[in-house]
Structures are given as C-alpha cells and as structure tokens.
C-alpha cells in the first residue's frame, strides 16, 4: 500500500495550492479518505475528509478555504488550498480508512509566508 501526497511548496499569504494523494494497492473507491497536518511542536490534526460515497467535512479553521474532493477512477484525492495564511504551514499527511485498515501517506510540506 502507497499513498503518494504531493502539490506542497512555498506561498505567499493568500496563495493557493492544490495538493494529490494518489493510492495504490488498495481498492481506493472503498476507503474514506481525509487530510490531516502537524505544524512544529502541535498535534496532528483532521483538515478535511471524503467519505466513499463523496460526504465531506472540514475543521472549523479551513472552512471556506479548502475543498477535499476524490476521483476513483485516478485513485487519486484533492485537497485544494484558498486563501493561505501562515498558520496553514504544516506537514499536510493523506489518510485511507475501511474498517480495520488504515494507511498513511508520507506528507507534503506546505510553508506560507507573511
């Protein structure tokens, strides 16, 4: 099992990035897929998820501002990022869950600038 984060870079503040997790070995269109990241010295935490059936939720703080969004053809999943400000930077990770089964990506650094 592979999940394979990319997009991340540097931005200025009010940038936008849009980063791809794409899967393999795993039946993609079964698992619920989410985005987490961990800024320095803070918890991992959940940014946006994607149900199998396509039911999204968001934090609080990115909503607005991000769009999760998953194409099973591609086994691939989106997280478009808005309006970047420099409490976004992180280490943004992709997540595949069914059942007993989950994986973990190796995460995209996203730093923005003021």
């Known amino acids: 099992v592979q999940l394979q984060a990319s997009g991340g870079g540097l931005v200025q503040a009010g940038g936008s990035l849009r980063l791809s997790c794409a899967a393999s070995?795993?039946?993609?269109?079964?698992?619920?897929m989410g985005w987490y990241r961990q800024a320095p010295g803070k918890q991992r935490e959940l940014v946006a998820a994607i149900s199998r059936d396509g039911t999204t939720n968001y934090a609080d703080s990115v909503k607005g501002r991000f769009s999760i969004s998953r194409d099973n053809a591609k086994n691939t999943v989106y997280l478009q990022v808005n309006s970047l400000q420099p409490e976004d930077t992180a280490v943004y990770y992709c997540?595949?869950?069914?059942?007993?089964?989950?994986?973990w990506g190796q995460g995209t650094q996203v730093t923005v600038s003021s």
């Open positions: 070995g795993i039946f993609f269109g079964i698992f619920d």
């Open positions: 997540n595949a869950k069914f059942m007993s089964s989950d994986y």
